[in-house]
């Protein structure tokens, strides 16, 4: 039953991982885009999600800020 239900979780994060991607290839417009401007682009892309995780997570564990404080 564990080994089942860990394949089902690798599973469901591999798709959302793929479709984070595409999102990702759909938003940068890579065209005349140099690779330090395209590597600043996903940067700021990446941080902003995972500052909305963040936020979402804390907004729905209050008591998860008593860690942080700490």
Known sequence: FMEREINR???????????YIE?????????GMN???LKA???????GQQLTMLIDTL??????IRLIEK
Do not use: N
């Open 35 to 37: 690779e330090r401007t």
């Open 59 to 64: 907004s729905a564990h209050p008591k998860m």
């Open 23 to 31: 999102r990702l290839k759909q938003r940068i417009k890579m065209r």
């Open 9 to 19: 979780l690798i599973y469901s994060k591999r798709w959302e991982i793929e479709w």
């Open 41 to 47: 682009q996903i940067t700021y892309m990446l941080l």
